[in-house]
């Protein structure tokens, strides 16, 4: 069974620092990793998506990369700003314990604040 | 803007009472689904549908029905609410099944309270 693990639960950091976010699963087996950004009371925005025979993405500040045969993906975000302030999802596809379905199974995120 | 669009955003329902979850997408997509998160919790596959007139069981599907009409809508039914029903419900869909190609797009959420 896939399980999907992201570290550290809760990250608070001064504005302009440089982060990371880190994200585990447990069955190398992906098609693809997502990061998601969900903000208080909203829905999830994609971020970023790697597929697995990518090693990373980069759009503007942020950059995901993954390491599908150690199970890791970490998000970088650069120059951090309180806008960023959100939790951050990672989500991996692949499939299911029977083998014949597609799977999307969720970490249970990162909660970041950016203090200015 | 193109995108999923959810409808309520918020609701409360008595027990036993029924209610359907709106969900329409205009990205002509042909796979959706409905996801429920719990507090501290990932999100939970609840039913997804890879084309109109086919649906299926996800993870958690007890105490929900779905149909898919057309491709733009999939509604997800609540006949006997209970309060383990209480919960943020999400509506996504994909270009690709399970996001294999591009990745998922979500709507923005229906928050529901069982009393």
């Known amino acids: 069974k896939q399980e999907v693990t992201q570290i550290p639960a809760a990250l608070s950091v001064p504005e302009g620092e440089n982060l990371v976010l880190n994200c585990s699963f447990t069955d190398s087996a992906i098609y693809n990793l997502q990061w998601f950004r969900q903000d208080p009371g909203k829905g999830l925005t994609s971020l970023l998506l790697?597929?697995?025979?990518?090693r990373e993405q980069t759009s503007g500040r942020l950059n995901a990369s993954l390491d599908k045969s150690s199970g890791r993906s970490t998000l970088y975000i650069a120059a951090s700003q309180p806008g960023d302030s959100a939790t951050y999802l990672c989500?991996?596809?692949?499939?299911?314990?029977?083998?014949?379905?597609?799977?999307?199974?969720f970490g249970k995120g990162t909660l970041l604040t950016v203090n200015p | 803007n193109a995108g999923v669009t959810q409808t309520p955003k918020f609701r409360i329902l008595k027990i036993g009472q029924s209610m359907t979850l709106q969900c329409t997408q205009d990205m002509n997509h042909n796979y959706m689904y409905w996801y429920r998160q719990d507090p501290g919790m990932g999100l939970k596959l609840i039913y997804y549908?890879?084309?109109?007139?086919?649906?299926d069981k996800g993870e958690v599907p007890n105490g929900y029905n779905v149909s898919r009409s057309t491709t733009e809508d999939f509604p997800l039914r609540l006949e006997l609410a209970a309060p383990s029903q209480t919960s943020v419900y999400f509506c996504?869909?994909?270009?690709?099944?399970?996001?294999?190609?591009?990745?998922?797009?979500f709507g923005s959420g229906t928050r529901l309270t069982v009393v």
């Open positions: 790697i597929q697995s025979s990518q």
């Open positions: 996504a869909s994909s270009y690709s099944v399970h996001g294999t190609g591009f990745g998922y797009t």
């Open positions: 989500a991996v596809t692949g499939v299911d314990s029977g083998g014949s379905n597609y799977k999307l199974t």
């Open positions: 549908s890879v084309g109109a007139g086919i649906t």
